[in-house]
């Protein structure tokens, strides 16, 4: 009952966030609705029962990536406002096809509605990979059937961040030219 | 479902009363403030406001009067009343959004920080008092209050002019280089209390259930409570980093254009982050509600025991911020470049070494 | 609190979400927007592979929404500095103003 | 030519590096500083004391038989630098029997109050010592008009000031000696 309620609010939130992303013309609203949006996701996470999950995805997503969309677009403070019109024909297809699959989909809801198994808070020895809301089952999962994944995630954020700094230095790395610029 | 209402009520008339309090303790924070201010700098402080009947007592009415205790009565009635001034070249909408977007999260953290415990008389284990029992319960606090500093840049860019976008600028960036070292300072404090075998999770009330000794999470890593205390004085803009509004280069920072009761919801939010704050490090390193070290709890079984085992924990929780209010009148203000380097130079390596090193310790000790 | 809402209503609403990125993506000519709408993307995949876990009483799924938290943080890093990169060569971030072909 | 001694900065040490023994005796000093007394002066119920060479607000004195001491000589408006004073000279009327002999008195007696920079040079100049720097230390007025201060408000605030000279006295015993009886001219330097 009250899932319902939140489900059906905080997906409309949702959605309306997304939509008002694609439509907005400052570029800092469309960050404000994005934030929205991500919040509303977490909000769907906790009907789901993934907590640990909804924590993340506000911690990751709304506290720290929209954190550097807002510096990245605070910091090339121009007119980041659309000049040229978008292109008709791919808006149209784009619209057709969203629709299409919309209605498809919409055609679905409802037929042999699944029944979401219960869950507990923490997993148990038989099936330690089982869906809980506890946090434990995560660090269970994440050091033994996805041991290898989250070394790789790891280094990927490392290289992330090195390439971040080599991208973002501002002096040229070749210095045999000449300083230009600053 | 007549029950599950009744809870419902329950959560929402706590939730009500535990905002009430948050408020009043931020309000108090003010004047703590600057009477501590005061005082160290051998001056007497706020002793001029008083109430028409209360400060008419006869030796307990100058009293109140000159502790300053009506202050923050007044300072909200001038907050309330003043004009609401709204500066031509803002982005009006964004303007108005900015202060209340930096208050919801302060409160918001609220919800899941516990503030006691009870215990009843059948001899069961000690329940915390926690409006949301959360299994998540710091990475909650982390996220929640990461969302806090939208409020900051937000009103940085809506003001329109160039020393609250600064301002806005450096709260965006300081909180993305101190929030990954608060986030791996606590993460020690965690693979301590987790041993093998519990129930695990990241929840605030079992790191306190650890120290049930009194001897608080510093002794056994004061490393981690130092870089935490450090981040959190940088994540909640105190002042040896408060860069988003250092008044002597950036006039007032982000709240630069802001008067009347939108400047208070962001001072408000900024005492409530403060409180907060020194809630969370009591709770984790200071030994939460439990008494001092080599001493078993005194507190009694049932409600007078709650009740004072909050007392003891806000205690601690006023002691911690008074640290915050001693270190602002202490210290100066970094430079901008030297919070960056001291962020992500000193404390991002001092925090991963310390995780590091638990982690070994902790597998060696099995 | 067994459910009343079946799987289809998560996946209805992931796939809606999909639709309005993948839209983003094809109309906006900034690239800022254009790498938000691509998150936005991300999410509806992740919303969906949560869903999807949950009914099948699985962590895999929800493992899987990390790893894509985790990539989709590298990502957005790594975009937007060769976005500010991008900026100091060319003073601009529309696509039109990138196109190095058939200018 | 003075030799510049250059003094070597010490390099700091490991525990000065970390900044946290400095925090902490800052921290200590500002501790102990909470209990000391303190120095605010509440002002509006404790007065400051006042030194007896304070220089406050300028005013006009009379002596102690309640007489205009002021004989408009002007020296003050001279002197005044950043020509606050203005002074109409005038005659004292004959109806003042008892200082008949003094040729003159202010007719009125301007101190423009925003202008004064309370330098006391009007004090130190005045012969007859007639004007004074009291000490009136917060002087204030809804209005510019209010801060233009008329000989009225200037014996007003001056008041009496309890000197042993006596000069009209003098004045007039060195008149009457002479046989002068009541106008005197040249009788001046009698101080």
Known sequence: MNEEILFYLFSTLMLFGGSAVVLSRNPVNAALYMILALVSLAVLFLTLDAFFLAALQVLVYAGAVMVLFLFVIMMLDVDLRERSRPNIMAAALGLVTTGAVVAILLTWVGEGSTIRPSVGSVPTPGNPLAFVTGSKAFGYALLTKYMLPIQVAGFLLLVAMVGAILLGRRTKLKSSEGKDGS | ?????????????????????????????????????????????????????????PILGPFLRSLG???????????????????GQVNRFHYHLAPILALIPALSVLAVVPFGQYVASTGADPIPLVLADLDIGILLIFALSSLGVYGIVLAGWASNSKYPFLGGVRASAQMISFELAMGLSVL???????????????????VVDWQDNGWGMIFVQPVSALVFLVALFAESNRLPFDMPESETDLVGGFHTE??????????????????????????????GWHFLPGVEDPWPIGWSGAALSFLWFALKTFAMSFLFIWVRWTLPRFRYDQVMKLGWGKLLPLALGNLLLYAVLASWMG | MDGVLGIEEYLVVASILFCIGLLGVILRRNVLLILMCLEL?????????????????????????????????AEVAIGLAILVALYRRRKSIFLQDLNLLGR | MAKTKVMERKPLSWAERTYLPQIITGLLTTFRNLFRPKVTLQ??????????????VP??????????????CQLCEFVCPPKAIR?????????????????KAPKEFEINMLRCIYCGYCEEVCPEEAIFLQDIYSLNGYTREQMQFNKEKLYELGGVLPDQHFKWDKKRAAAEKIGLGSSSDEETEEE
């Open chain 2, 1 to 57: 479902m007549d029950v599950a209402w009744e809870m419902f009520l329950l959560k929402v008339f706590y939730g009500i009363l535990a905002l009430v309090a948050i408020l009043t303790f931020a309000a108090y924070a003010v004047l703590a403030e600057r009477k501590v201010s005061a005082w160290i700098q051998g001056r007497v402080g706020p002793n001029r406001t008083t109430l028409p009947i209360v400060g008419d007592i």
């Open chain 2, 69 to 87: 205790l009506f202050q923050p009565m007044a300072d909200g009635l001038k907050f309330l009343f003043k004009e609401e001034m709204c500066p």
């Open chain 2, 188 to 206: 020690p404090v965690f693979l301590w209390v987790n041993e093998p075998g519990s129930i695990g999770g990241l929840n605030l009330a079992r």
């Open chain 2, 258 to 287: 802001y008067g009347a009761f939108k400047f208070g919801l962001f001072f408000t939010a900024e005492y409530a982050h403060v409180i907060v704050g020194s809630a969370i490090f009591a709770l984790l390193f200071l030994g």
């Open chain 3, 41 to 73: 993307m991300l999410n509806a995949v992740n919303l969906a592979l949560v869903a999807f876990a949950r009914y099948s009483g699985n962590m895999d799924g929800v493992i899987l929404t990390f790893f894509a938290i985790t990539v989709a943080a």
């Open chain 4, 43 to 56: 002002y509006p119920d404790e007065r400051p004391r006042i030194p007896n060479d304070y220089r406050g």
């Open chain 4, 59 to 72: 005013t006009l004195v009379k002596d102690p038989n309640e007489r205009e001491k002021c004989v408009s």
């Open chain 4, 87 to 103: 002074i109409t000279p005038g005659a004292i009327s004959t109806e003042e029997t008892d200082r008949t002999h003094v040729e």
